[in-house]
């Protein structure tokens, strides 16, 4: 300062004073030092904002280190992006089950809400017409036009579903996932639409067979044309409104056995399944396919031709005029003779079976014997007791050894081969302990046929009737048979046999007025509860299996015979057996075949 005065210079001000240090020893390097300036504080907001425009800044911050705040950051940042990936799978997975409640959650609200309500008014309203609407629904399942439309719309539904799966996920997955984080969410949604598009592949796939069964199976009234079956009214709100019994005629056609081409198809099993359409119990009632004499309703052109009934005029025995050649023998030689139709053998039995009985058919059923096979094996076999060893093969006329036989067994299962052999071996025996047998086979195919079975195997099941199966049944008439079907698993069932010999019927001139008495009194023993009066110390049949269930029979019936019938008197006082009854374990019976014969082929 004393020399800037001196020197006439104004003072400098504002001058940091110098460092003593700095004044004593350092050079003067004529360049003014400045002060470092404090750097400025960045908030902990500014900071995040900053990560988040810059990526890789985030990644750098969260990178763990030995040691560091660094690391505690980056740990919890890893956890969160689990806990964030844990829940989107969580409500991915929702969505898939829930449709529409993972978009609410990912805040698409209307979307979601739409596709939500839409999925509970769907399934309010298929629950609701299954429980107040069963009959539209069993129409649905047995109308063409309805399964084929149910089919594609099963595949649209599937798409949609699908789609939404992947959007709720999509919406749902959080930023920033690991590699293996985006793996896995990939692989739930692949899982979540197999999952559901999985079974609306295979129901589409059952509706398309479904049509095509019944397309091919069952023609509708104004397609088809029969000379013997009812009238049904469209639009008919009780169908069975005046019928007290349903009366369908099953046929056994068998074209088989060494048989030539001109001898056509032999219906070896005829048996009418009266039902109940109020209860559905339900008589079986069996002619034997050597039957002669078959009466047609007087004043028709049948009987004009056949006054005497189907018969040559000298012979009864003469097969050429039994029961089993009427289906091809009578058009053959009279066609035209029953009226217009589609299926004039058929109709020619059904007149001729229901002046023998006393009862009005209906409708008719026939399945070729040699595709029975492949229905049971589509069923996935049938359970029955066998009391005697039975025959596979052997034909006795001819003197020809049996290939095996079926040994006597307890609930024995039987693949279908087996099963028709069951049902027709007759080697060494005669044609009413087959008949036995048939109805015990009838009898345990429909409790094979239950609702499990039909849904696990039904492409085989509906492969096999479209290929063996002939009948005149209406599609107007099959919601009606369904809910019957379903009655008649449930009710009790009963059997008639006629037996050359037995209870007054001969084979060779028959009594039809005996039979249509016994065929009414086998229908009322159906209708009966059975009586709690004191049973028998006799066990029967049924009772000496552990795995048969109470008999329906009105009085404890006796044993079942190795042919299926009773062995306790040849008289019965009953003209109807319980099935149940005749086709349970016999021991005894068991016991005694393995004291008989029993040669096969040699090979």
């Not at 309203?125 to 609407?133: E, S, T």
Request: charged fraction near 25%.
């Amino acid at each position: 300062m004393a020399d800037d005065e001196a020197t006439g210079k104004a003072p400098r001000r504002g001058l940091p004073p110098r460092d003593d240090a700095r004044s004593a020893g350092a050079a003067p390097t004529g360049r003014r030092t400045r002060r470092p300036q404090p750097e400025p504080e960045v908030s902990r907001h500014e900071t995040t904002d900053a990560r988040a425009d810059d990526p890789a800044a985030a990644m750098s911050a969260s990178t763990p280190t030995p040691d560091g705040p660094a690391s505690a950051r980056g740990g919890r940042h890893a956890d969160q992006q689990q806990a964030a990936f844990s829940r989107s799978a969580g409500w991915t997975t929702l969505g898939a089950l829930l449709p529409g409640a993972g978009l609410i959650r990912a805040g698409h609200r209307v979307a979601g809400g739409i596709v939500l309500g839409i999925f509970l008014a769907a399934v309010l309203g298929l629950g609701l017409w299954a429980l107040v609407g069963r009959s539209s629904l069993l129409a649905v399942a047995v109308d063409p036009s309805s399964l084929n439309a149910l089919s594609a719309a099963l595949a649209v539904v599937a798409v949609l579903w699908v789609a939404v799966i992947v959007t709720t996920n999509l919406a749902l997955r959080p930023r920033g996932l690991a590699t293996a984080q985006r793996a896995l969410s990939g692989v739930l949604v692949a899982v979540l639409a197999f999952v559901v598009a999985a079974p609306m592949a295979v129901a589409a796939r059952y509706s398309h067979d479904q049509a095509g069964v019944v397309a091919s199976l069952f023609k509708s009234q104004g397609d088809s044309k029969s000379a013997t079956r009812p009238t049904v009214e469209p639009g008919q709100a009780d169908p069975w409104a005046g019928t007290e019994r349903l009366n369908v005629l099953l046929l056994g056609g068998d074209s088989g056995d060494g048989r030539s081409e001109s001898d056509g198809i032999r219906t070896d099993t005829v048996i009418v399944a009266s039902v109940d359409t109020s209860t559905g119990d339900t008589t079986l009632i069996s002619l034997p396919r050597n039957t002669a004499r078959m009466p047609f309703p007087d004043g028709s052109e049948l009987d004009e031709i056949y006054p005497n009934g189907f018969y040559d005029g000298y012979d009864g025995d003469n097969q050429e005029y039994a029961l089993n050649a009427m289906y091809s023998r009578i058009p053959a030689e009279n066609p035209g003779a029953v009226g217009e139709t589609d299926h004039e053998g058929a109709d020619v039995l059904k007149v001729s079976v229901s002046e023998a009985l006393g009862l009005d058919i209906d409708y008719y059923a026939l399945v070729d014997l040699d595709g029975f096979a492949e229905m049971v094996d589509a069923l996935g076999g049938i359970t029955v007791n066998i009391n005697t060893h039975v025959p596979v093969g052997g034909n006795t006329d001819r003197g020809i050894y049996p290939d095996r036989w079926l040994e006597p067994g307890e609930n024995v299962h039987l693949k279908g081969w087996d099963a028709l052999w069951f049902a027709r071996g007759r080697y060494g025996g005669d044609d009413f302990k087959r008949m036995g047998r048939q109805r015990c086979v009838v009898d345990a195919v429909i409790k094979q046929a239950n609702p499990q079975t039909i849904i696990t195997r039904y492409e085989a099941i509906a492969r096999a009737s479209k290929d063996i199966a002939q009948t005149d049944v209406p599609q107007e008439m099959l919601p009606a048979l369904l809910e019957l079907a379903l009655r008649a698993k449930d009710g009790k069932s009963r059997s008639v046999l006629f037996v050359n010999g037995e209870q007054g019927f001969i084979s060779a001139n028959p009594d039809w007025t005996a039979v249509r008495k016994r065929v009414a009194k086998a229908l009322d023993e159906t209708e009966q509860k059975p009586r709690t009066s004191e049973a028998s110390s006799e066990p029967t049949g049924a009772e000496e299996s552990p795995s048969a269930e109470p008999s329906d029979s009105p009085e404890p019936s006796a044993s079942s015979s190795a042919d299926g019938g009773s062995t306790s008197s040849p008289e019965p006082t009953e003209a109807s057996q319980s099935n149940q009854d005749a086709c349970a374990w016999d021991p005894e019976s068991a016991r005694r075949s393995y004291e008989e014969p029993h040669p096969t082929v040699v090979r």
